[in-house]
């Protein structure tokens, strides 16, 4: 199993940026795949996780109405569309796979992970 997070970068507020996350090994028939974002001295969070056949999406408050997940199961890459960022979102962001097929939002239910992609939000 592998997953790679790709996407990052400097913006600006206000922009927007779209997160890939390539995976291999695994069928998002059977896996879950979740977003996390770890700020400096903060805890890893999830910020979106969709389950099995893209039925189910989780997004946490601090996120809702900006970020969307999508996937592309032809490209088996998983998408995070961020829009409207602020300093806030700043963090290296990672994607994550769950050998479950449920939505999970924390890090230890997670089996697989990516490395991570840094978003930076400044002026």
């Known amino acids: 199993v592998q997953l790679q997070a790709s996407g990052g970068g400097l913006v600006q507020p206000g922009d927007s940026l779209r997160l890939s996350c390539a995976y291999a090994?695994?069928?998002?028939?059977?896996?879950?795949i979740g977003w996390f974002r770890q700020a400096p001295g903060k805890e890893r969070e999830a910020i979106s996780c969709?389950?099995?056949?893209?039925?189910?999406?989780y997004y946490a408050e601090a996120v809702k109405g900006r970020f969307t997940i999508s996937g592309d199961n032809a490209k088996t890459t998983v998408y995070l569309e961020m829009n409207t960022l602020t300093p806030d979102d700043t963090a290296v962001y990672y994607c994550?796979?769950?050998?479950?097929?449920?939505?999970?939002?924390?890090?230890?239910?997670?089996?697989?992970w990516g490395q991570g992609t840094l978003v930076t939000v400044s002026s």
């Open positions: 090994g695994f069928s998002l028939d059977d896996y879950a």
């Open positions: 969709i389950s099995s056949h893209y039925s189910n999406t």
């Open positions: 994550a796979a769950q050998r479950q097929p449920e939505i999970a939002t924390t890090p230890q239910q997670y089996d697989y």
